[in-house]
């Protein structure tokens, strides 16, 4: 079974933070995403990318930065945390056109 | 660019019924399309992709069909139960090699 992990389910934090949100897959997929999932607006691509220290800029990247110093591993990091980036954020991998699996999502609450 | 609408956005049935879950996107030109479901609070499960080249796929009481001319996808579930409820999202992936979501359907199966 395809495996996507995220290092939290739950985390509370507060403005001026900041928060590491880490993301493994174990099979061995090149592309790897992050999107954050609200209310009303559906998932939104923060960023991805398609290989070892490899990113690309998706829809909403503002506010976030990543790294990708290992093929499995994807982090995301809010340099400052803000009230509006309060989200479920979601981690996904797959290889070139295929299906794409979704890790459990971590609720992000910054107060 | 690619839009991709899912219709109703919520839909209530009682146990037992057949049902349907709609989905259109406006550019044909994809590679594939996968249905998800999401549970409240956790990430998607990939519970179908169809291929450009096929016409339908199916795991269980799921038959996903796909008519790239018109722009439409399908995911019939037969014989619902309570256990079905969640959100049913599309999504294709076009020549961009990136997934465009559509906004989901909220599926309630009454028993």
């Known amino acids: 079974d395809v495996k996507v992990t995220q290092s939290s389910r739950y985390l509370v934090k507060r403005t001026g933070e900041k928060v590491f949100l880490e993301c493994v897959q174990d099979?061995?997929?090149?592309?790897m995403f992050w999107y954050r999932q609200d209310p009303g607006l559906g998932l939104r691509l923060i960023y991805f990318?398609?290989?070892?220290?490899?990113?690309e800029k998706g829809d909403i990247p503002e506010g976030y930065s990543v790294s990708r110093e290992k093929k499995e591993r994807f982090s995301l990091i809010l340099e400052s945390a803000s009230t509006n980036q309060t989200s479920m954020y979601l981690c996904a991998s797959r290889s070139d056109r295929v299906e794409q699996y979704f890790g459990p999502g971590t609720r992000l609450t910054v107060t | 660019k690619q839009e991709v609408t899912q219709i109703p956005a919520a839909l209530s049935v009682p146990e037992g019924e057949n049902l349907v879950l709609n989905c259109s996107f406006t550019?044909?030109?994809?590679?594939?399309l996968q249905w998800f479901r999401q549970d409240p609070g956790k990430g998607l499960t990939s519970l179908l992709l169809i291929q450009s080249s096929q016409r339908e796929q199916t795991s269980g009481r799921l038959n996903a069909s796909l008519d790239k001319s018109s722009g439409r996808s399908t995911l019939y579930i037969a014989a619902s139960q309570p256990g079905d409820s969640a959100t049913y999202l599309c999504a294709v992936m076009g020549t961009g090699n990136m997934l465009t979501f559509g906004g989901g359907t909220r599926l309630m199966v009454k028993p």
């Open positions: 550019d044909s030109a994809i590679y594939n």
């Open positions: 099979m061995d997929h090149e592309n």
């Open positions: 990318s398609y290989d070892v220290k490899m990113k």
